[in-house]
């Protein structure tokens, strides 16, 4: 899940995730305190609005310190000794703590968060990855990373609000990513890893074909690109996408992917009505 960091794929990677993240504060900013706005439920049990921005900020600043860890290494493993106090909860427990601020100071951790991360990022020196609660990452492969998870929060906040998500091309990222963690994906659920590996076409927002893998390939996913990258965040049931998988492998990486480190997570219901076929996740 590496990449190779050039200061102009960065910085494309950072404006992306800049502009994601510009997106969900302008639809949070003014919304009042309370049930009505900060409050409101969201799609994942148990997570307000609130507590969706919270885990981003919380996230975003961990990312700094691991960014900064060539330098200050002292932060990076407190850090890492707290998460290792309470490994299953030590993430959830600071988001919550942080949801718990005034709208206003939560917005100011996490615009200061933003901006820290995107400097530690620029500062990593050529050739040297980042520490992480899992592998090691280059900084384009923690941008990405942190573009998936902001786009995936996002979708629970706009699904909570009715707001329009404004799907666009930067979505690839996020299907980039639910590519390349296929391998993950079945290992993180004991399951060996089928072969051979997909032939994946997607259509863009924008109307674009967006390819990977070989085409001569006798399993193939195909599809809307939104609907991939809200599968592979665990965002939609399988049941509620227009994607189509031909093959046995195919088909077993559908049920069970995952774009994210962690457990393997249960997924959405499916919405009321939907097919649900023989979907077996």
Known sequence: MTAPTTPGLLDELVADLDAEGDRLRAVVADLPEGDDGWGHDTPAEGWSVAAQVAHLAWTDEAAALAARAHVDKASWDALVLAAMADPEGFVD??????????????LKRWDAGRAALRDALRAVPEGVKMPWF??????????????????AHARDVYDALGADPGDDDRVRHVCHLGIRTRGF??????????????????????????????????????????????????????????????????EQWLD???????????????????DLGEVDA
């Open 185 to 250: 994906a079945f290992a993180n659920r004991g399951l060996e890893v089928p072969e051979p590996a997909p032939y994946v076409e997607l259509t863009a927002p924008s109307g674009a074909t967006w390819t990977w893998g070989d085409e001569t390939s006798p399993e193939r996913v195909t599809g809307p690109a939104v609907d991939f990258a809200l599968l592979v965040t665990q965002r939609v049931h399988r049941a509620d996408t227009a994607l189509e998988a031909v093959g046995a492998g195919a």
């Open 93 to 106: 427990t600071a988001a919550l703590e942080l949801a718990a601020l005034p709208a206003a100071d939560l």
């Open 134 to 151: 899992g592998p090691p990452m280059s900084p384009a492969s923690m941008v990405t990373a942190r573009f998936m998870e902001t786009w």
């Open 256 to 274: 069970v992917a995952q774009a994210f480190a962690g457990p393997a997570g249960s997924g959405r219901e499916p919405r009321a009505g939907s």
